[in-house]
């Protein structure tokens, strides 16, 4: 196994996440009759690209922290919507989230929060925004703002169904550009 960065392939040390790789007699052979996603899966060096985003630490243990898929490209950095989502779980007044990339004319993706408030509870786009600005990197802020909404919708198994919010922001362009 190993973590490679995601923009160079180099390999990368403990700790510092990217693309988990595996290779080995047990691994996937390959797809059937379709070399084309084969080689798209598989390099010339035999490893095997699972499209996992993760780290390892130094008892060797390995954390799944998020799918390439999901990732946001924002100007030169690669963000990964889960990492923001749990930081806004840590918020009182957050119930759920979900945060997905909307196309900027010429910043990539801006970062969306849409957020289910907790019963009882009251927060503004503000606050989520700042709260974000206060607490995370340059490249986690939420310039395409927030949204909120009644309930954050998930899938049979739990997970958050982040393709209903995709869909809603696929045809957005956004084009004010983000403050310094």
């Given at each position: 196994?190993?973590?490679?960065?995601?923009?160079?392939?180099?390999?990368?040390?403990?700790?510092?996440?990217?693309?988990?790789?595996?290779?080995?007699?047990?691994?996937?052979?390959?797809?059937?009759?379709?070399?084309?996603?084969?080689?798209?899966?598989?390099?010339?060096d035999?490893?095997?690209?699972?499209?996992?985003?993760?780290?390892?630490?130094?008892?060797?243990?390995?954390?799944?922290?998020?799918?390439?898929?999901?990732?946001?490209?924002?100007?030169?950095?690669?963000?990964?919507p889960?990492?923001v989502?749990?930081?806004?779980?840590?918020?009182?007044?957050?119930?759920?989230?979900?945060?997905?990339?909307?196309?900027?004319?010429?910043?990539?993706?801006?970062?969306?929060?849409?957020?289910?408030?907790?019963?009882?509870?009251?927060?503004?786009?503000?606050?989520?925004?700042?709260?974000?600005?206060?607490?995370?990197?340059?490249?986690?802020?939420?310039?395409?703002?927030?949204?909120?909404?009644?309930?954050?919708?998930?899938?049979?198994?739990?997970?958050?169904?982040?393709?209903?919010?995709?869909?809603?922001?696929?045809?957005?362009?956004?084009?004010?550009?983000?403050?310094?």
């Open positions: 196994m190993k973590i490679i960065d995601l923009s160079s392939g180099e390999a990368l040390p403990m700790t510092e996440p990217g693309e988990v790789c595996f290779r080995g007699p047990n691994c996937f052979a390959g797809y059937l009759n379709n070399d084309e996603a084969t080689g798209e899966t598989i390099d010339s035999g490893w095997y690209h699972s499209g996992d985003v993760g780290f390892y630490d130094q008892a060797g243990n390995l954390y799944i922290t998020d799918r390439i898929k999901e990732l946001c490209k924002y100007k030169h950095w690669t963000v990964a889960a990492e989502e749990s930081f806004l779980q840590t918020h009182p007044a957050i119930a759920g989230v979900c945060v997905v990339g909307v196309k900027h004319r010429s910043e990539g993706q801006h970062l969306r929060a849409y957020v289910q408030l907790a019963e009882n509870k009251s927060a503004t786009e503000e606050e989520i925004v700042q709260y974000v600005k206060d607490n995370m990197g340059y490249q986690n802020r939420l310039n395409g703002g927030v949204r909120f909404v009644d309930e954050i919708p998930r899938l049979p198994m739990g997970k958050v169904n982040r393709v209903a919010f995709k869909l809603e922001v696929k045809d957005e362009i956004l084009v004010k550009e983000a403050e310094k």
